[in-house]
């Protein structure tokens, strides 16, 4: 806790309250869509990619979390026929994750909100402040 002008600030819940309620919103909307917030996050992802496929690692890296977890949820999203494996063009032993037609139907609704979303929570700082933002996320990032 740091304590600014006799405040007591505790970064560490903010930026957990801050996670929450944008998961909160990214939920409420994937769920008129019937995917998860996870399940947009990652057809977002894919969609970003050349050729719009990823092997499992960089859908790990990406955001941040363990192998058994990625598995999961990519397991789930092929079940609901949103994602397929398919065999590395440039390494048969590896699969690649790629997005099926019924999710690259809702890659513009997708790619819409997170671009609303950005605007919102940009608009009402300066670039120095959005840089001294994103230095400090990344140091916590990093810093596992």
Not at 13 to 25: F, G, H, M, P, V
Not at 78 to 107: F, G, H, N, S, Y
Not at 130 to 143: G, N, Q, S, W
Request: proline share 2%.
């Amino acid at each position: 806790m740091i304590n600014v002008a006799n405040t007591m600030i505790n970064i560490g819940r903010l930026i957990k309250q801050a996670d929450s309620s944008l998961t909160r919103q990214m939920n409420d909307l994937a769920r008129q869509n019937d995917l998860t917030g996870t399940q947009m996050n990652v057809i977002d992802f894919l969609s970003r990619q050349e050729n719009v496929a990823a092997d499992q690692q960089a859908i790990e890296h990406e955001f941040n979390i363990r192998r058994s977890t990625t598995t999961i949820v990519l397991q789930r999203m092929e079940k609901r026929d949103l994602i397929q494996r398919i065999v590395d063009p440039d390494d048969r032993r590896k699969r690649q994750v790629q997005l099926t037609p019924v999710a690259q139907e809702l890659v513009p609704v997708v790619h819409d909100y997170i671009q609303k979303q950005e605007r919102r929570l940009t608009s009402r700082f300066t670039n120095q402040e959005l840089a001294t933002v994103a230095r400090v996320l990344r140091y916590i990032k990093e810093d596992e």
